[in-house]
């Protein structure tokens, strides 16, 4: 925690998050019936971009020669910002929250999902620059967004602000269907993009309420199947943070205008331990997110030389299941 006076770091830190962005911003909330999807142009791949456009045009034909010269101008632009921009990423105006979110923050730490989540790197609580954390994810949900700035509203309270990218309780959870397809063959169907496999571990017989066998049990296995932690939070090596988590609150932060939020932060000294908590793009390639001149940012996102919006159908979520069952007998020697 600071060392500074409560008083003071207490202001500073309610002026710091009333701050507005000045760099262009978009506070328009799509229609609730059309689903909308912010796209990121200009990041590789491009096959990935053209195949979502054409999902969401739904078999309709796409102009294929028009997409590739709106992202090839987004990626030309990119090579710009890399030298007029070059370093920005270490730039931001983070810091450590003060000593006035020490209550709420250890209701968080004591929560059993942060307890599971954060249990790998030095963990820090942060107040972090929006427009300066780096980012991976290519796209968000636009619709979603709007909700979220909504629920959260135009001017919030610190300690509001702080609920909204910390909460303990998680938000209501899209509908989930299970349909079995088989005897040893399950999916999880939702609309949410976030339902996602999280393990698969050995339950004992009393951990299971109200399920009865038609014998002794001897173990339960469980696959786990959900939604991620709510919890806002990034990585950081050296000056620059990614953001790892929550960039559908980050997004509706900075429509609303904001220019900083409460952020858990973790901390990476090597490669290893970068691929130890990051998953996919930035676990392959760490050195593009943080050792390049510039790297995407959270305000790519609202620059329209960069960005989007895409309609989009309604889409499924699926996570399947399939167990594999075999008996076999082993055999050992026993010695004379």
Known sequence: MATHGVKAQVESAADLLAQRASSPRSTSVPDSECQQELWLLGQPPLGRYIEFVEQAAGGARTDRAALMEEWRAANDYYQELERSEAGIANSGSHRELDASFASMISEVTAHPHYRRAFDTLPTTFMLVELDKLIVFQRHVRRTFVAELMRRVGPVPTPEALFRFCMPLEPSAPASVRICELGSHRYVFRCESVDLRYH?????????????????????????????????????????????????????????LGMTHAPCIVQTATRSDEIQAVVKGRVAEQPEFYFESARPPLLKDFFDPRLRKVLPLRRQMHLVEVTLEIRHLVESSLTPD
């Open 199 to 255: 393990e698969s571990t050995v339950l004992r017989p009393e951990q299971v309420r109200d399920y009865h066998s038609f014998g002794a049990i001897a173990g339960i296995v469980g696959v786990v199947v959900g939604f991620g932690c709510d919890f806002l939070n990034g990585i950081r090596v050296g000056n620059r943070i990614l953001l790892h988590n929550g960039y559908h609150r980050a997004c509706a932060l900075r429509s």
